[in-house]
């Protein structure tokens, strides 16, 4: 069997890492094309260094643009790829504008096309990745879905029949890289200590494009009670720049740090008191690590992490009091599978 994966996005290499050490235990060929979407090299290679995934076998160097300029760049350049290679499987991850391009060029040549993370939805069509989660899955001939709310999700769209639980294959990943790093101190910027600080990250459109939403969730941090280190996604930095939104305050709460590769960040939230984010996959590592996390969104795909207080969605001036709530105390379950996620994908794709 040959298996070709689209990725392009930060959270798309997670992913990607158990996926590509799962084939490698097998005869299968696995080819992975990197669309570009991510280049920066804290944003994209040192997740293929850090995770041990194999270089990409195809990068299509497409970089930043409007979705319309972004995708559309990304399907004219995969159609000679997907020619050229003929998968058995084209997979797709996740719920970006390379999720989106690499499925529509699948169908469009009539190769089988594969959807890891299907059946997420934050039921808000203003969402980027709503629209891209939505067409993908309605497009794809298999959808590997991590979670039994998933599987519902995906009953409702009469996507059932192509359906399939895996698990989550960040389960894998997370589980893997805590045991390697549990006794590494996280790299904190001065005047931060261990086991008192928060940990944020702010990029979503929805927060990063609106001046008087990204100002009030600054704001927000930075008069906070106790240390927060925001690293900062790109996205982030150029928003700010641009509505002269100050990032450096010395004076306050917020000390502002670039991102760090995916062991970085697994200690970093480790050794911390609590996460403040509107990512997803930060969500459910908080949640897998057993730290409190809130969240600067008004709905989350993740709702298992709400359960117990774990996770909280909050609003710029809610967030204090939510960050200040008490520790949850009710034991967190296992909605994210066994850890053992990509050779449930393997073995699916094979059969
Ligand atoms: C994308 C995904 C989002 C995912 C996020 C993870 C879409 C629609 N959104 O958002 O779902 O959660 O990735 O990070 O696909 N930039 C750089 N260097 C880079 C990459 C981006 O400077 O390596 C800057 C550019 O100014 C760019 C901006 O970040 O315009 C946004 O990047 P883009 O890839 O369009 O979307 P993300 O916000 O990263």
């Known amino acids: 069997m040959k298996v070709l994966s689209i990725v392009g996005a930060r959270p798309q290499f997670v992913k990607l890492a158990p996926i ?11 080819v992975i094309v990197h669309t570009g979407q991510h280049y920066d090299a804290k944003m994209s290679d040192v997740f293929f260094a850090d995770l041990r995934i194999p270089a990409p076998d195809v990068h299509l160097g497409i970089g930043s643009g409007s979705h319309g300029v972004q ?6 350049a995969l159609d000679g790829v997907l020619d050229e290679h003929r998968p058995d499987w ?3 991850y996740g ?3 390379s999720t989106l391009a690499g499925a529509l060029a699948a169908v ?3 190769l089988p096309l594969a959807h890891l993370e299907a059946g997420l939805r934050s039921f808000n069509r203003a969402m980027p990745e709503e629209h891209n989660r939505v067409l993908t899955d309605h497009a794809a001939d298999l959808l590997l879905t991590p979670t039994q709310l998933g599987m519902d999700n995906l009953a409702r769209e009469g996507l059932a029949e192509r359906a399939v639980r ?8 997370c589980f893997r890289v805590r045991d390697a790093v549990r006794n590494e101190p996280p790299a904190l910027p001065d005047g931060v200590r261990a086991g008192d600080y928060i940990v944020s990250t702010v990029h979503r459109a929805e927060n990063t494009d609106d001046p008087d939403r990204l100002r009030a969730i600054i704001e927000a941090l930075a008069g906070l009670d106790r240390p927060v280190v925001l690293l900062a996604h790109p996205r982030l930095v150029a928003r700010c720049h641009e509505f002269g939104i100050k990032l450096e305050r010395p004076d306050s709460s917020l000390h502002t740090a670039e991102p760090l590769p995916y062991p970085g960040m697994v200690a970093a939230v480790l050794h911390s008191a609590g996460v403040v984010t509107d990512s997803g996959g930060l ?16 709905e989350t795909e993740w709702v298992e992490t709400l359960e117990g207080g774990w996770n909280v969605l909050a609003e710029p001036d809610g967030l204090a009091a939510a960050v200040r709530r008490p520790a949850p105390t009710h034991p967190q379950g296992a909605p994210y599978g066994d850890g053992q996620a990509a050779t449930h994908v393997v073995d699916v794709l094979t059969r």
Not at 71 to 76: I, K, N, P, V
Not at 166 to 173: C, F, Q, R, S
Not at 284 to 293: I, N, S, T, V
């Open 283 to 298: 969500q459910k590592e908080a949640y897998l690590l057993g730290r409190p996390c809130t969240t600067v969104r008004t």
């Open 166 to 173: 895996v698990g989550d294959v960040m389960t894998d990943v």
């Open 71 to 76: 995708a559309g760049s990304m399907l004219a």
């Open 20 to 30: 590509a050490e799962a084939f490698t235990a097998t005869s299968h060929s696995h």
């Open 95 to 97: 719920d970006t504008n």
């Open 90 to 92: 084209v997979l797709v």
């Open 108 to 110: 469009k040549l009539h």
